[in-house]
C-alpha cells in the first residue's frame, strides 16, 4: 500500500498535480519514516529518474541519499 501511495504521489508530478518542489519537500520531510526495503527501492529508483531529467540538483539528490544512509531498515 505504502508503494502504491509514493506511486501516486510521483504520478501527481507527472500529471502536474504536484510540483517537483513539493514533492521534494514531500521525500524531505517523510522518507526517513519509509521501513519497506522494497517500498524505499522503488521511491529512490524514482530519485534518480528525476534527477537523470534534470528536475532534481545534485544537492537535493545529496540530501535525499544522506538521509537513507542514515536509515535502520
Known amino acids: 500500500m505504502r508503494t502504491y501511495i509514493w506511486r501516486t504521489f510521483k504520478d501527481m508530478v507527472q500529471v502536474n498535480h504536484l510540483s517537483i518542489k513539493d514533492w521534494y519537500r514531500l521525500l524531505s520531510n517523510n522518507l526517513e519514516f519509509e521501513t519497506e526495503e522494497q ?24 540530501a535525499i541519499f544522506n538521509t537513507v544512509s542514515k536509515m535502520e531498515l
Do not use: W, Y
Request: aromatic fraction near 8%.
Open 39 to 62: 517500498t524505499l527501492a522503488v521511491i529512490l529508483d524514482e530519485v534518480l529518474k528525476t534527477f537523470g531529467n534534470g528536475l532534481f540538483s545534485e544537492e537535493q539528490i545529496t
